[in-house]
């Protein structure tokens, strides 16, 4: 866990300065194409179930319903000029980097659920998926993303929690590269 820690924030120190112009040119982008902040902070559920604040770039219009997206009747009338790309190609979790350093988050874990997607928290409370710290980008994100039902991503978390590795981080992560390159699994 130790070491973990240690790698995610040396990461999320290198992607900081990767990733400063593109963090940018978005933050121009939401400003002046939609009324409303850059960044939209959202109530997450953590590691042992607490709610910690994760930051995105906004995508959607300021006043949508705070829900899952797939919840939503007719989402695209939500979304901001530039949130569909921003979504598509994953570029509005940028900001999750800081959930990174703060030690909210990790680079790889299980996606951290809404505070209010009770069916997702009490399934993962219930296989001790809550002890993890939550991800960027996790086993279910590439493995399907958003096309899989909540019991089966909850199945892909316990496999990453009874097979946690180095190595299988490094997998993750790679295979998150090439599904974001490709908007694989997107559906909003």
Known sequence: MF????????????????????????SLLV?????G???YWSDRV??????????KFRTMQVGTPAVATHL???????????????RKSSLDELPQIW???????????PRPALFNQDDLIELRTHYGVDKLVPGLTG????????????????????????NQSFWLDMKVLSLTFLKVIRRAGVSH
Not at 31 to 35: C, D, G, L, Q
Not at 77 to 82: A, D, G
Not at 99 to 109: A, E, H, N, P, R
């Open 99 to 109: 959930s990174i350093l703060l030690g909210d988050m990790s680079f790889v874990g």
């Open 3 to 26: 070491l973990k820690r240690i790698f995610d924030f040396l990461l999320a120190i290198l992607a900081t300065f990767a990733f400063i112009i593109p963090f940018l040119v978005i």
């Open 139 to 162: 086993l279910a994100q590439v493995n399907g993303r958003d096309e899989l039902s909540i019991p089966l991503k909850v199945q892909y978390d316990v496999q990453y929690l009874q």
């Open 31 to 35: 400003k002046f194409t939609s009324s």
């Open 37 to 39: 902040p850059i960044l």
């Open 72 to 86: 939503l009747a007719d989402s695209d009338q939500y979304l901001t000029p530039v949130g569909s790309f921003l």
């Open 46 to 55: 953590g590691r042992h179930n607490t709610i910690f604040r994760m930051p």
